[in-house]
């Protein structure tokens, strides 16, 4: 079959779609960017061309080719994001970027395709058609959680918290605390501590009255036996209740006040933790216990057998790594975009609701302990500027005002191409890449931005049509996470710049400037455009 035959069996509406949305970016760029960079729409112009170049390419190859590098692919991207936070150029205080002379290449771009392709491959083999457990998403005893250890161990042996934690936790509440803390009397947390003993006390009496009534037991206790030690459970439950409501100790009236004000005495002048003192025995601890894991991986294999992909990978593992590696960064937009993209993708795939809840459940602590121990400081101020941004106005909240200033402004037809004055006076931040929905509502106006998100609409539309046409599972999970980085990446740019959601710095797809992004973005329509493509194709018939 000739290459323009082939090119004739691609599913054009899907083409045309993409394309006039990547046009209205290029328009809105020529005046967004007119006041700072006038040939910045040319470069985007040259970008476009890579890009459907790139798709194209991608359409007349077989997608069923890539599940056969998928491991290969995620594994390089992987190394460029490691890369990228060991010899990354520092802008704005992130390292998301690596110099290669002529261009800055985002390697965290490139992993949102390689992880689209990996889970597609993954979940397609095992996972497509039956609900998946929180078991078999986590898979517990799986070898590369000992060897992921065992590295980071290795990598982190010389950091001052892997060899004097306690220290260098000590050493950190000094620095953020201007005087000790004084316990107080928290009531709440002493009968927090005695409803627990109770509730221990209460399923143990439960538990042997069970037990002592079941007749098939080999060696039955008798009922004085299990009165008596009811009795005893009783008294020690009640000593230790009437210990921690009359009891001075510091620790059981405020423990949080106590321990910092440990920490904040003992890294002080005299104190045992003033100075860097390394102890080798939290990393032999933690080799010693990665050690067993991996044994007691192996002893399961052993009685399963081999099973390769099983043993090596499970779907938290591709989800997880990039993640982490792209929160490092710092980046939190990114990080969320890769985390709604696989959970899309799960949820296509069929995960039982009780796993459901928990993860939700999970997700919700999750987020307490990202607040109060990952997140950098002008990420959470950008959160809680989200619910009142004149708090900040000139600060944290200055984006997120000028951008509803240049929304509303727009009212039904905007202000006409080039004539948005928080545009040309560059009142409006990062005007042509976060904010660049932001310009187009300002001079196009509401009609615009119905326009605009028709165009996304019909979109989504053609790529949900194409996975429910694929031919397989593996195309068909291709479209949904495609679908899935497009319509996340849509949501979070637009709630942003309308004040509905805080900003997280990610861009509008395919509309916004940025060469790695529209390039990436090309070859996963790329990759769907194949999968439009009628099977008959793939199986050599005319």
């Not at 328009?27 to 890579?50: F, H, I, K, M, V």
């Not at 050690?291 to 990978?313: E, H, M, N, S, V």
């Not at 495609?482 to 509905?500: E, K, P, Y």
Request: some cysteine.
């Amino acid at each position: 079959m000739s290459l323009f035959a082939r090119l004739l069996r691609i599913r054009w509406p899907l083409f045309f779609a993409v394309l006039a949305v990547c046009l209205l970016g290029i328009y809105n760029l020529e005046s967004a960017a007119r006041s700072t960079n006038p040939d910045l729409y040319l470069t985007q112009l040259l970008w476009l061309g890579l890009g459907v170049v790139t798709a194209l390419s991608c359409a007349l190859i077989n997608y069923r080719f890539t599940r056969y590098f998928a491991y290969f692919i995620y594994g390089v991207i992987s190394f460029l994001l490691v890369l990228t936070l060991v010899k990354g150029t520092p802008i704005n205080g992130a390292r998301r970027w690596i110099n290669l002379g002529f261009m800055n290449l985002q390697a965290s771009e490139l992993m949102k395709v390689a992880i689209i392709i990996t889970l597609a491959h993954y979940l397609s083999q095992h996972w497509v058609g039956k609900k998946m457990t929180l078991r078999e998403l986590l898979r517990p005893l799986n070898i590369s959680r000992p060897l992921a250890i065992t590295a980071i161990i290795i990598f982190k042996l010389k950091a001052p918290f892997m060899l004097d934690p306690l220290g260098e936790l000590a050493r950190l509440t000094r620095k953020k605390l201007a005087a000790p803390p004084v316990p107080a009397e928290f009531l709440w947390f002493r009968i927090t501590i005695i409803l627990i003993i109770t509730a221990i006390l209460v399923t143990f009496i439960i538990l042997r009255i069970l037990s002592a009534r079941r007749p098939d037991l080999v060696n039955p206790v008798s009922k004085s036996a299990v009165r008596l030690q009811i009795i005893s459970a009783s008294f020690i439950a009640l000593g230790l209740s009437l210990y921690i409501v009359f009891t001075k100790s510091a620790f059981i009236r405020d423990p949080v006040a106590y321990i910092l004000a440990t920490f904040y005495r003992e890294s002080g002048p005299g104190g045992v933790y003033e100075q860097f003192t390394p102890h080798y025995w939290l990393p032999v601890i933690l080799f010693l216990l990665s050690a067993i894991y991996l044994i007691l991986c192996l002893l399961l294999i052993r009685a399963r057998g081999w099973q390769t992909q099983r043993d090596l990978i499970a779907p938290i593992d591709i989800i997880g790594l990039p993640a982490l590696l792209i929160l490092v960064e710092p980046d939190l937009g990114t990080t969320l975009i890769y985390l709604a993209i696989a959970g899309t993708m799960l949820l296509y795939s069929g995960v039982n609701r009780r796993s459901l809840a928990i993860l939700f459940i999970a997700m919700v602590f999750g987020a307490g302990i990202a607040w109060m121990g990952i997140l950098k400081d002008y990420q959470r101020q950008r959160i809680t500027t989200f619910l009142d941004p004149e708090q900040d106005a000139k600060g944290s909240g200055y984006h997120s005002i000028q951008s509803l200033i240049a929304v509303g402004s727009g009212k039904l037809f905007g202000k006409g191409h080039g004539g948005g004055t928080q545009t040309q006076l560059r009142f409006l931040p990062e005007q042509h890449t976060d904010f660049a929905f932001s310009v187009w509502a300002e001079e196009m106006g509401f009609m615009g931005c119905l326009l605009l998100l028709f165009c996304y609409a019909l979109l989504i539309a053609l790529l949900l049509w194409t996975a429910y046409k694929a031919a397989d599972a593996y195309g068909s999970l291709l479209c949904v996470g495609t679908t899935a980085f497009i319509f996340w990446h849509m949501v979070i740019n637009i709630g942003m710049v309308t004040g509905l959601l805080p900003v997280v710095g990610v861009t509008l797809p395919f509309f916004s400037y940025g060469g790695s992004s529209l390039v990436t973005l090309w070859l996963t329509i790329g990759l769907t455009l194949s999968v439009s493509i009628p099977e008959r194709f793939f199986d050599g018939a005319q």
